[in-house]
């Protein structure tokens, strides 16, 4: 299991967090089987999730980030509850790309240019939809842009994951460190003094770093206390009901002609790629209740 730790700076100036998301990045690139910078690429932008999501007033919220670039990926997509568990998805897992020039993997190039959406679902609220532009394509930089044009916060963001020769996840880890209002300039002057030395998450998670440590390094020279940790997972919370629903609501036509050559319909889980099958009978039934 991955863990969020999280914390505040005693002057009250700035919110931090902190994922390791070693095992959250595995998961996924079990489930989707993906190319070494679709495993990259689809990793921070679950990080990046978690953290976002872990910052959830409630239980029941959600948060989704969605990137719809012009690169080989496609859509990214990843959602996360209050907890920072997360699932995601991209259009074209087995995407991949040459290494740049600097021997690291070409997340930016596969994801290209578009937009970013946020959307925040906070219950019984109209969700919260936040749209801008992708600035690079690395994920963190394109978060950091997000926070500052849509929700007018200054917030530093690390994110990496790590790709080891065997196609794993070797290390993956996020930092998101908030200014709040009214916060003191020289705690801010010294969070940003210590952004270098955060840069590169993912080979402090690979030395053997812990969140805690990762936080110190970030936080150096700043009075700060963690108040708790969290358990995070890949979670997928499809069903059959779920599914079964999904298929039922489809147009009579559309339904019919699903049903014209096969006696079952097949529908998959995008997120963990489980396959569910509905005989006609049992769509038609969860129709009828649906209308009922």
Do not use: W
């Amino acid at each position: 299991m991955s863990r969020i730790v999280r914390g505040v700076t005693r002057d009250g100036s700035a919110r931090f967090f902190i994922i390791d998301s070693k095992e959250i990045v595995n998961a996924a690139i079990g489930y989707h089987h993906t190319s070494p910078t679709a495993s990259a690429a689809l990793g921070r932008v679950l990080t990046g999730a978690s953290l976002m999501g872990c910052m959830l007033k409630n239980k029941g919220d959600s948060l989704t980030l969605q990137f719809r670039g012009d690169g080989p990926a496609g859509i990214v997509l990843a959602v996360s509850d209050y907890c920072g568990n997360v699932k995601g998805y991209m259009s074209d897992p087995g995407a991949d790309l040459p290494l740049k020039k600097n021997g690291k993997l070409d997340v930016g190039g596969l994801i290209g240019k578009g937009s970013l959406c946020v959307v925040r679902d906070e219950g019984e609220k109209e969700p919260y939809v936040g749209i801008s532009s992708i600035v690079s394509g690395e994920i963190a930089e394109d978060l950091a842009s997000y926070y500052a044009e849509s929700e007018q916060t200054p917030t530093l963001i690390s994110l990496g994951v790590l790709i080891g020769v065997d196609r794993t996840c070797r290390a993956a880890g996020g930092v998101i460190v908030q200014v709040l209002p009214g916060a003191d300039d020289a705690t801010v002057s010294k969070i940003e003094e210590n952004a270098g030395r955060i840069s590169s998450v993912s080979a402090l998670f690979d030395a053997g770093k812990t969140c805690e440590e990762v936080a110190a390094l970030a936080l150096d020279g700043v009075e700060y206390d963690l108040f708790d940790e969290i358990g995070v997972s890949y979670l997928c919370d499809c069903s059959r009901e779920r599914m079964g629903r999904g298929i039922a609501s489809l147009q009579e036509g559309d339904l019919e002609e699903v049903f014209s050559e096969k006696e079952e319909a097949e529908a998959v889980c995008r997120f963990c790629g489980k396959r569910y099958l509905f005989t006609k009978e049992e769509v038609l039934g969860i129709r009828r209740g649906m209308k009922g």
